[in-house]
């Protein structure tokens, strides 16, 4: 039972690439989200998803798109890297009682 | 969606008990108070969470104030691997907003 895992762990891109964060899942939640924590500061929500096909904006949505076709599977799309995006971005699921479970972290460099 | 206030960082002598309390003065009926904690830059653990009633599990203790507008996590007896940042957050389950909010967190530092 892996739990929430991230792919890459690290990431370097230069300003103007796209690049898919990708976050798997094998405990079956239906929720799912992303956040991302900039150096010294606490986590904002970017994305979250109820389920396959149903997704919504969290307090930071500009430059990141999602899409959620599986119960497992919550990928992450920076659509032309910036670095403000330089950041380290949590995938998380939420169990029925409201547990949420975090991945290991993506740590991105946009220079 | 509610938000939480907590004060940014805190110490605690190894072995004695650590309060770290949370203001949610804008709670709403249905929200639970989540306790999380992140330690280094590791993904945060779910510690603990209660909606009305003082919750204890292995790890701590949730006390929620009568009108649940504030909260205190308990640390019965830290020690030095409890020196994180500790997350107070809030959110309904199973129904209702799953938008969940986390702040800055108090940084506690454990002292030998």
């Known amino acids: 039972n892996a739990g929430v895992t991230q792919t890459p762990k690290f990431q370097v891109l230069k300003t103007g690439q796209s690049m898919t964060l990708q976050c798997a899942q094998d405990m079956n939640h239906e929720y799912m989200s992303w956040y991302r924590q900039d150096p010294g500061m606490g986590l904002r929500l970017i994305h979250y998803?109820?389920?396959?096909?149903?997704?919504d904006q969290g307090e930071v949505p500009n430059g990141y798109n999602v899409s959620r076709s599986t119960t497992e599977d919550f990928p992450l799309r920076l659509l032309s890297a910036a670095p403000s995006q330089t950041s380290v971005y949590f995938c998380a699921t939420l169990s029925d009682i409201g547990e949420q479970y975090f991945g290991p972290g993506t740590r991105l460099t946009v220079t | 969606d509610a938000k939480t206030t907590q004060p940014p960082s805190m110490d605690c002598a190894e072995g004695r008990a650590a309060n770290l309390p949370c203001n949610h003065s804008t709670i709403s009926g249905n929200e639970y108070v989540y306790w999380y904690r992140q330690i280094h830059s590791q993904g945060p653990q779910y510690i603990i969470h209660g909606l009305k009633n003082n919750e204890t599990n292995e790890m701590a203790s949730l006390i929620i104030t009568e009108d649940r507008k504030s909260s205190t996590l308990i640390l019965p007896h830290a020690t030095l691997r409890d020196t994180a940042v500790y997350y107070c957050i809030v959110g309904a389950r199973p129904s209702g907003t799953y938008k969940y909010i986390f702040g800055t967190g108090t940084r506690l530092k454990v002292l030998a």
């Open positions: 998803s109820v389920g396959a096909g149903i997704t």
